[in-house]
């Protein structure tokens, strides 16, 4: 079975500071997909950038890119130029291409003014 | 193009009571899947319809069932509510997008059971 872990439960950054959340997961499988999720005090879960395991070029959304180790199974974001409004739960997610997302923990991140 | 919505978003019942969740995935989106997150379990996958057909179905009881109309809009029902079943149900729709099926989520529906 595949699993996701989060091993940070909370993290604060400054604004204008980069802050990086961790991620590991466990899998037998070769072709995968992950994810990195928002989710504001609004609870509207927002994608923020994802990851096809078959490609090494690791991903990035302007502020927003990640780390993603194969051979370590490992896939943690990077957010540079913190703002205020990146405040909220990031979720770390895998998926097998069977459009069933298995979530981790999540990781609190506060930004600070 | 508009995004998932999820109908109602609050929702309150009492216990042994039924309630039906309904989603409208984004245009063109056939696949739609559904999810339950609580401050205890976290995410949990509860089930995914593609073209009416229930492809996945998570380790939920028989209570919570789903089904997906001919237009992708898609319904969850649960039967006999419990004081457990007090959870955020989301809601998601994907559509390949370069090979990648990427999910997009609603608001989300919030039920409290009394």
């Known amino acids: 079975a595949q699993t996701v872990t989060q091993s940070q439960p909370e993290m604060s950054v400054q604004e204008a500071e980069t802050v990086t959340l961790s991620c590991t997961y466990d899998?037998?499988?070769?072709?995968?997909?992950l994810f990195w999720y928002k989710q504001p005090p609004s609870r509207q879960m927002i994608l923020v950038i994802r990851q096809e395991a078959y490609k090494q070029q690791n991903a990035t959304e302007n502020r927003f890119s990640v780390n993603f180790q194969k051979a370590a199974k490992s896939f943690s974001l990077k957010i540079s130029d913190s703002q205020l409004g990146d405040t909220a739960m990031y979720f770390c997610?895998?998926?097998?291409?069977?459009?069933?997302?298995?979530f981790g923990t999540g990781t609190r991140l506060q930004v600070f003014p | 193009k508009a995004g998932v919505t999820q109908t109602p978003r609050y929702l309150i019942k009492t216990r042994g009571q039924q309630v039906t969740l309904s989603c409208s995935p984004i245009s063109g989106h056939r696949s739609v899947s559904w999810y339950q997150q609580t401050p205890g379990q976290g995410l949990q996958f509860l089930f995914e319809y593609f073209s009416e057909t229930q492809r996945n179905k998570g380790n939920f009881p028989g209570r919570f069932s789903g089904r997906q109309f001919s237009n992708s809009r898609s319904e969850m029902n649960v039967s006999t509510l419990e004081l457990g079943d007090s959870a955020l149900y989301l809601c998601a729709s994907s559509s390949a997008v370069g090979g990648t099926y990427t999910q997009y989520f609603g608001p989300g529906t919030r039920l409290t059971v009394l």
């Open positions: 997610a895998f998926e097998l291409g069977t459009d069933k997302l298995i």
């Open positions: 899998t037998s499988e070769s072709n995968y997909y």
